[in-house]
C-alpha cells in the first residue's frame, strides 16, 4: 500500500504563488510518474502537470509558463511551484503517482485565488 500525503494549499490574492507539496510513503519499489490533477467545482478532475522517472515532463496548455512541478526522488517527493496564479486556477489540487502499473490519489489539497 502507498500513501501520499499533500499540503501547500491555501488562499491566494490574484498573481500570487503557491508551492504544493506531495509525500509518498509505503510499499514503493519504483514510482514511474508523479503529477498533479485538479478540480474545480462543478467540473471534471482535469490534468495539471506529469514528471516522469525518464525526466519527461508535461503541463496543460493552461499552466505552461506559470506551474513548474520538480521531482526529489531520494524523499519521494513530487512538487508543485505555481506562479502568476489566477482566480480559475482555483480548486481542489490531487497528487496522483504511478507506482509500477498502479495509481495512487492523494487526499487533495484546497487552492482558492481570490482578492
Known amino acids: 500500500q502507498v500513501q501520499l500525503v499533500e499540503s501547500g494549499g491555501g488562499l491566494v490574492q490574484p498573481g500570487g504563488s503557491l508551492r504544493l507539496s506531495c509525500a509518498a510513503s509505503?510499499?514503493?519499489?519504483?514510482?514511474?510518474?508523479m503529477g498533479w490533477y485538479r478540480q474545480a467545482p462543478g467540473k471534471q478532475r482535469e490534468f495539471v502537470a506529469v514528471?516522469?522517472?525518464?525526466?519527461?515532463?508535461n503541463y496543460a496548455d493552461s499552466v505552461k509558463g506559470r506551474f513548474a512541478i520538480s521531482r526529489d526522488n531520494a524523499k519521494n517527493t513530487v512538487y508543485l511551484q505555481m506562479n502568476n496564479l489566477k482566480p480559475e486556477d482555483t480548486a481542489v489540487y490531487y497528487c496522483?503517482?504511478?507506482?509500477?502499473?498502479?495509481?495512487?490519489w492523494g487526499q487533495g489539497t484546497q487552492v482558492t485565488v481570490s482578492s
Open positions: 496522483a503517482v504511478l507506482v509500477g502499473d498502479t495509481g495512487y
Open positions: 509505503g510499499s514503493i519499489a519504483v514510482i514511474n510518474a
Open positions: 514528471a516522469t522517472i525518464g525526466g519527461t515532463i
